[in-house]
């Protein structure tokens, strides 16, 4: 299983992004996908996930203003965040948990800063 992470960049405070992320190769009917994050100096810690039956989980931090969705024709999944602060700012990581295997895609940065 081969992830691939796209969509950071830099934007100011209160502004956009969607980060994608598509994986090809086969994976357990039920399965997690999740976008991770870790900013300079921290641990990598959980955004959100979505499981194969899109129930969703936010970490508090960004609930309200970011969204997981998932687009199982396309095998992708994506994370609209919204609001941005600058303590969004981090390099950002896609998860798939397929039974008892983990898969991550490489990272993409996101820079939040006026």
């Known amino acids: 299983v081969q992830l691939q992470a796209s969509g950071g960049g830099l934007v100011q405070p209160g502004e956009s992004l969607r980060l994608s992320c598509a994986f090809s190769?086969?994976?357990?009917?039920?399965?997690?996908m999740g976008w991770y994050r870790q900013a300079p100096g921290k641990q990598r810690e959980l955004v959100a996930h979505i499981t194969s039956s899109s129930s969703t989980m936010y970490a508090d931090s960004v609930k309200g203003r970011f969204t997981i969705s998932r687009d199982n024709a396309k095998n992708t999944v994506y994370l609209q965040m919204s609001s941005l602060k600058p303590e969004d700012t981090a390099v950002y990581y896609c998860?798939?948990?397929?039974?008892?295997?983990?898969?991550w895609g490489q990272g993409t940065q996101v820079t939040v800063s006026s």
């Open positions: 190769g086969s994976i357990s009917s039920f399965n997690i």
């Open positions: 998860r798939v948990q397929s039974g008892l295997n983990y898969y």
